[in-house]
């Protein structure tokens, strides 16, 4: 199963893989991220190398770099923060946008509790990374990301209401 954005360009922003939790009346979907190291990997076979003159470096330029799962395995682009001015006026669009597409018993849910998501991203604003899909799609679901106090890794919040799920 992958979930997409029910109107983006069809950029997959998060799969089963990744176990959510609803938050927010599940208005918002909470997803836990993991910094990972991605590159050049010692595998160690069991051979001696220096007795089989190998060991030095033979040009081959790996590095290892420390990623996110979730932006690197779904490609999510990073874009500049929202002010709070900035952040309403996206979410009254993207409400506008979504509201449209969803049927009309979904439609009552999510009016009635996305206020209180907005809200509450409201107050975490300052602390948000702000994502989009690899398309960069300007109307699609944005995906935040900011770390809880301690954490040394991040948390995702996705628009529960913005995703739709597709089973493959």
Same mark, same amino acid.
């Given at each position: 199963?992958? %979930? %997409? #954005?029910? &109107?983006?360009?069809?950029?997959?922003?998060?799969?089963?893989?990744?176990?959510?939790?609803?938050?927010?009346?599940? *208005?918002?979907?909470?997803?836990?991220?993991?910094?990972?190291?991605?590159?050049?990997? $010692?595998?160690? %076979?069991?051979?001696? #190398?220096?007795?089989?003159?190998?060991?030095?470096?033979?040009?081959? $330029?790996? /590095?290892?770099?420390?990623?996110?799962?979730?932006? =690197?395995?779904?490609?999510? /682009? @990073?874009? #500049?923060?929202? $002010?709070?001015? /900035?952040?309403?006026?996206? *979410?009254?669009?993207?409400?506008?946008?979504? +509201?449209?597409?969803?049927?009309?018993?979904?439609?009552? +849910?999510?009016?009635?509790? %996305? @206020?209180?998501?907005?809200?509450?991203?409201?107050?975490?604003?300052?602390?948000? /990374?702000?994502?989009?899909?690899?398309? *960069?799609?300007? =109307?699609?679901?944005?995906?935040?990301?900011? &770390?809880?106090?301690?954490?040394?890794?991040?948390?995702?919040? &996705?628009?529960? &209401?913005?995703?739709?799920?597709?089973?493959?």
């Amino acid at each position: 199963m992958f %979930i %997409i #954005p029910a &109107y983006n360009a069809g950029d997959e922003l998060l799969s089963d893989s990744f176990p959510y939790k609803e938050v927010e009346n599940g *208005m918002l979907w909470e997803v836990e991220g993991k910094w990972v190291v991605k590159g050049a990997v $010692d595998v160690d %076979i069991g051979a001696n #190398p220096s007795a089989e003159g190998g060991g030095e470096d033979e040009g081959v $330029d790996d /590095q290892a770099v420390k990623v996110v799962d979730i932006v =690197d395995t779904f490609r999510l /682009q @990073e874009q #500049p923060s929202f $002010d709070k001015k /900035q952040f309403v006026v996206f *979410m009254k669009r993207y409400i506008k946008n979504l +509201t449209a597409k969803l049927d009309e018993e979904k439609q009552e +849910t999510f009016k009635k509790n %996305i @206020e209180a998501a907005t809200k509450f991203l409201l107050t975490k604003l300052k602390d948000l /990374q702000f994502f989009v899909g690899e398309s *960069m799609h300007d =109307d699609g679901s944005l995906v935040f990301a900011y &770390y809880k106090e301690g954490a040394v890794d991040p948390t995702f919040l &996705y628009f529960g &209401y913005g995703l739709k799920e597709i089973k493959c």
